[in-house]
Each structure stands twice: as C-alpha cells, then as structure tokens.
C-alpha cells in the first residue's frame, strides 16, 4: 500500500490495511485511524495515542467495506466502529 496514494484531508479517518513509520505525517490531518492488521502496540494506534485520536485496529476488510466518503464513528476506548452514512456511488453510464 501506499500511504500517499490520495491526500488525507482534515477531519477524515484513515483506514489501512496497516501502517509504518512512513506514514506518521498522514496522522496530522486525521480525525482516526482504522485499520485491518494490528493491535494497541501497533505503529498505528501508538501514533494515534499520540496524536490524541481513536483508533480501531483488527477489523477485518475494513479497507473494502469502507468507501470514500463514508460517514464513521469510531470508539477507540471499546474498539468500534460504525459507518453512520454510506457514500452513494454514483454508476457511470456505458
């Protein structure tokens, strides 16, 4: 995966299969983190601590059942995670 493979607006969540180090930066900008690989000793949810941001790791296909554009709330203290509103996507006329 790339960490930079679209730009993490202020206020999104950042769901990964996992991360590294190299991706420390993409943390500024979070509201959370979620993730499918890890634990709360993860470089992920240590950042997030950090960072003072939730964080929910081990949640299988988080990164195919989550869409961009989705509406989430995580509960990093319980280890949650809800999608609140889904993103319609909108179909391409062929």
């Not at 601590?49 to 509960?75: F, H, M, Q, W």
Request: hydrophobic share 35%.
């Amino acid at each position: 995966m790339d960490p930079y493979e679209k730009p993490i607006q202020a206020g999104e969540i950042l769901v990964a299969r996992f991360t590294e180090p190299s991706w420390t930066p993409l943390f500024i900008n979070c509201e959370g983190v979620l993730m499918e690989i890890g634990g709360p000793m993860q470089h992920g949810a240590i950042i997030a601590r950090e960072y003072g941001i939730p964080c929910v790791s081990g949640i299988d296909n988080a990164t195919k059942l989550v869409k961009d554009g989705d509406l989430l709330e995580l509960d990093g203290s319980n280890g949650t995670v809800q999608i609140i509103d889904e993103k319609k996507q909108s179909k391409s006329p062929n």
